[in-house]
């Protein structure tokens, strides 16, 4: 393992992660997951939304 500050851990967990990618492939994969996690965040943001909406629409 090279000298860093990382944990063994972290870097074998990093190594399992991207090990058979060139960098390309790991930039890829970050901007999918960026991705990811914004459409995440809108979804949770719309289920609300609608949970609110339907909240007021029982109220009478």
């Given at each position: 393992m090279p000298t860093s500050r990382i944990s063994s851990a972290t870097f074998y967990k990093w190594k399992a992660k991207f090990g058979g990618m060139d960098g390309s492939d790991a930039r890829w994969l970050k901007v999918l997951e960026t991705e990811n996690a914004?459409?995440?965040?809108?979804?949770?943001?719309?289920?609300?939304?609608?949970?609110?909406?339907?909240d007021l629409l029982r109220t009478p």
């Open positions: 914004r459409l995440k965040k809108l979804l949770a943001d719309s289920m609300l939304d609608v949970s609110i909406l339907k």
